[in-house]
């Protein structure tokens, strides 16, 4: 049985009657410390001043951060020590938010309503692997990778059932360390004894790296018809196929994976970058005007988003009469980079030029006239930098 008195536990739930609940469980199984968060943002500030042995969140926060966004965010900042267990606690059962979740590879995830003896359950299964794991999860988080392959090793020999779980770490750890021949022994290895979807992903993903893209692509092929909801597959297929120039193909791909895992920003934002670069503005909007809503509470979020967003729309209007929903969202996107465009001078001298760009492609000469004296507005004032020659001269042709 593991000690759950020795353990530091943070609970994150909007809910007062879940929270009440979650506690007195955790405190009924021996934990002393536990902290208390009722929103994403105040369980930041805490993990940034604390460890905790186990993290349990809500999937549903009310307003603000969700709890895919709250995980998205303390991964991708490394909040987080390996040596923690993070159990994931939702209502919900969708694919979309299941796929979401586990995309940032919570340790679990639970369904309410739990009982208490599941909860516990549950929780001595991942702490008792966390404990085994110890040494290897503090060696990756030194960011050890020899060191981590040597307990790995260690581990092996003394818990044989953990043998699988090792050798997933130590082909992540040589694909770490640029040893990409020793990641396809360890995934290929692996993939004799059994057939799992993790040591096909690491072979295919070696592969790549290898730069042997027509045998990685037809792995992560085999890999997505054995299990269509492994959505990193789609994402290193998406890669694949760049690399080969094959970019139609690779869209079609980025559009399957956001039909399964609609949440990921990073997704979004690919599909709109690689959709600008084919001139499917079309798709392009559709995907930045849905990264400009993720990003509002997302770690990931940044005025390039927004900028692309804007970019999709003036090349929309380069083909096509726009629509009044469209204009509005050219408009509602604008007002979002406003804190962007006044604390960077590229931000805003960008948002310029794409502003009168749109404007040029519905030929609305006075529109584009005005925006133009705007932006020498913003040059006298040092926020943007001076417009050039040649959207003067563009503008007095179109006058």
């Not at 209502?91 to 796929?99: F, L, N, P, W």
């Not at 925006?371 to 020659?389: I, K, R, T």
Request: glycine share 4%; hydrophobic share 40%; net charge negative.
């Amino acid at each position: 049985m593991i000690d759950f008195s020795q353990k530091k536990a943070i609970l994150i739930e909007d809910m007062a009657e879940a929270r009440i609940l979650q506690k007195k469980m955790l405190t009924d199984f021996g934990f002393k410390s536990i902290d208390i968060a009722m929103k994403a943002e105040s369980a930041i500030e805490l993990l940034r001043d604390n460890t905790y042995d186990l993290i349990l969140s809500d999937y549903n926060l009310g307003n603000g951060k969700d709890g895919q966004q709250l995980l998205e965010e303390v991964r991708h900042s490394e909040l987080i020590p390996n040596t923690s267990t993070y159990l994931m606690v939702t209502a919900e059962t969708s694919i979309e938010m299941v796929m979401g979740a586990i995309e940032y590879q919570p340790d679990g995830y639970i369904t309410k309503p739990f009982s208490q003896a599941l909860l516990q359950r549950r929780l001595l299964k991942l702490v008792e692997s966390k404990e085994k794991l110890r040494s290897v999860n503090t060696a990756l988080d030194s960011k050890n990778f020899k060191k981590a392959i040597e307990e790995c090793e260690e581990i092996i020999e003394k818990y044989p059932y953990l043998e699988g779980k090792c050798h997933r770490i130590i082909g992540e750890c040589y694909i770490s360390l640029g040893r990409y021949s020793d990641a396809k022994n360890v995934y290929s290895t692996a993939l004799k004894k059994q057939k799992m979807p993790w040591s096909l992903f690491g072979l295919a993903k070696t592969l790549f790296l290898m730069e042997k893209y027509v045998s990685a692509e037809k792995k992560f092929q085999q890999l997505m018809l054995d299990n269509k909801f492994f959505v990193n597959a789609y994402d290193w297929l998406a890669k694949c196929l760049i690399a080969q120039n094959r970019h139609d193909e690779a869209k079609t791909v980025l559009i399957d994976a956001i039909e399964r895992s609609p949440k990921s920003i990073l997704r979004q934002i690919e599909l709109g970058k690689l959709s600008l670069q084919l001139k499917d503005y079309f798709l392009a909007e559709m995907s930045f005007r849905r990264a400009v809503f993720l990003a509002k509470h997302s770690c990931f979020n940044s005025p390039e988003i927004y900028l692309n967003h804007l970019r999709s729309i003036a090349g929309m209007a380069s083909q096509e009469e726009v629509l009044p929903r469209q204009k509005d969202g050219f408009k509602s996107t604008l007002k979002k980079i406003e804190e962007f465009r006044l604390e960077d001078i590229d931000v805003a001298t960008s948002t310029h030029e794409i502003t009168i760009q749109f404007y040029l492609n519905q030929n609305d000469s006075r529109s584009a006239t005005d925006a133009l004296a705007l932006w020498e507005s913003d040059y006298q004032e040092g926020l943007a930098h001076q417009p050039s020659e040649q959207h003067k001269v563009t503008l007095d042709i179109e006058g």
